[in-house]
């Protein structure tokens, strides 16, 4: 299974960009790269998601280095309700298809 | 909207008294899944279904069963709690298995054993 790297925390002013970092030396060539996040006491919530391109949507930039060892997801214009955990997950390539192994994430806390 | 509906958002139970948790989803997806978080830990798969074909993670443990009556509803049984099974219980749903699909969460069930 491809695992991640991800720094334990971050701190961040309100009004900046956050840039979270991901290692994933031992991707496959069709492993995703997914991210979501976890608001205190809530369900994780899907942030974004690619595989080989850099991405982007309403949420974040999802930017991935040539060789895929590594990612960050950009938050543009971080605010206080971005505080919460951050994973950074390789989709484990598995006989039933769609499988997310969390690791350890990174806690992010937006500052005012 | 649609969405992942987990009730109770708080269960209590005593130990070794069998609880269900339950979940719904109005996505109409057919895959339902069933994670484990402990306190300051990230989420561990426990099981989950495609349609009606159930497929367990290799160490959940045997004290933990689901259910799948309809393609909405999706329940997690635990025979026997006990205090180390204290924790947040998430449901989430996929389209399906393929290598994209996102996982849509619900907001967790959060059982405390006495």
């Known amino acids: ?112 | 909207d649609a969405m992942v509906i987990q009730n109770p958002r708080y269960q209590v139970t005593q130990f070794g008294k069998p609880v269900t948790l339950s979940c719904s989803q109005t996505l109409n997806h057919n895959v339902m899944y069933w994670y484990q978080q402990k306190s300051s830990q990230a989420p561990k798969l426990l099981f989950h279904y495609y349609d009606k074909d159930f497929n367990n993670e290799a160490d959940t443990p045997d004290n933990f069963q689901s259910r799948r009556p309809n393609t909405s509803f999706c329940f997690l049984d635990i025979r026997s709690p006990g205090l180390g099974d204290a924790a947040m219980y998430l449901c989430a749903t996929s389209v399906d298995r393929v290598d994209s699909e996102t996982q849509y969460f619900g907001p967790g069930t959060r059982l405390l054993v006495l």
């Open chain 1, 1 to 112: 299974d491809a695992k991640t790297t991800q720094p334990p925390s971050m701190d961040c002013a309100e009004g900046r960009a956050a840039n979270l970092p991901c290692n994933h030396s031992t991707i496959s060539g069709n492993e995703y790269v997914y991210w979501y996040r976890q608001i205190h006491s809530q369900g994780p919530q899907y942030i974004i998601h690619g595989l080989k391109n850099n991405e982007t949507n309403e949420m974040a930039s999802l930017i991935i280095t040539e060789d895929r060892k590594s990612s960050t997801l950009i938050l543009p214009h971080a605010t206080l309700r971005d505080t919460a955990v951050y994973y950074c997950i390789v989709r484990v390539v598995w006989e039933y298809g769609n499988k997310l192994v969390f690791g350890a994430g990174t806690i992010l806390r937006v500052k005012s």
